[in-house]
């Protein structure tokens, strides 16, 4: 098992040979469905010392399959920077350093630690093509929910496609209001919650997953209010 010291230098030599890819990571910012991302390194380091004592009580040993896994993140990398797709490089630098953690700490380390682990990947944008099918879908679905919910208030509601027609006014339901804003961020934090609750395992997945639904169905009476409002004001 390394040093704290030489694990130190070595994921500092992780992030100096990923940098590329890392650095357009960061710019979150410009992207926001992700403008949450820049709370995730810091949450995870959190998690990361919360199961510090908890990892010392695993008696963790190293593993050379951690050897073989940073092998493959690096082939990543070099694909990567070869067909200049920054999100295989980032991809693989989350997949270098379970690597490198699975060689430090082992299996009984990793049964720790996996939720840090894991939680990286929040941090990851979606490739461009699935979050373009993703977003489309999930128009369709909030269109639809909208409507519905326009209904139940009572209002007469014609829908066609993304566009809610209100008679006089119509609604597109666009790109941006497509709910991954609200997808995105309330999955991280439902990722977060489930780690943290002290509770059944049946629990903890539970409300990992219905953050999405949440989402979804917020997003829609969130569409459903605006078209209240359009129709009266």
Request: charged content about 10%; hydrophobic content about 60%; some cysteine.
């Amino acid at each position: 098992i390394l040093e704290p010291g030489l694990f130190i230098l070595a994921f500092a030599i992780l992030l100096l040979t990923f940098r590329d890819g890392l650095v357009n990571m960061l710019t979150w910012w410009e992207v926001p469905e992700y403008s949450h991302g820049y709370l995730i390194p810091i949450i995870s380091l959190y998690l990361l010392s919360v199961r510090l004592v908890t990892l010392e009580q695993a008696n963790p040993a190293p593993s050379l399959l951690g050897v073989g896994i940073v092998v493959i993140g690096l082939a990543g990398f070099l694909l990567g920077e070869l067909s200049a797709l920054f999100i295989i490089v980032q991809y693989s630098f989350v997949l270098t350093l379970w690597g490198l953690v699975l060689t430090q700490v082992g299996w009984r380390g990793i049964k720790v630690l996996w939720p840090v682990l894991v939680f990286l990947l929040f941090m990851v944008p979606l490739p461009a093509f699935f979050q373009f099918n993703l977003s489309s879908d999930l128009q369709l679905i909030s269109s639809e929910l909208g409507s519905g919910m326009l209904r139940l208030m009572g209002l007469p509601v014609f829908l066609e496609g993304n566009v809610i027609d209100l008679g006089v006014y119509k609604l597109q339901v666009v790109e941006a209001c497509a709910g991954l804003r609200y997808l995105f961020p309330l999955m991280s934090f439902g990722m977060l919650c489930a780690v943290v609750l002290r509770g059944p395992a049946w629990q903890r997945i539970l409300l990992f997953l219905s953050s999405a639904p949440i989402a979804i169905i917020m997003n829609s009476f969130r569409i459903a209010v605006t078209g209240v409002l359009v129709n009266r004001y």
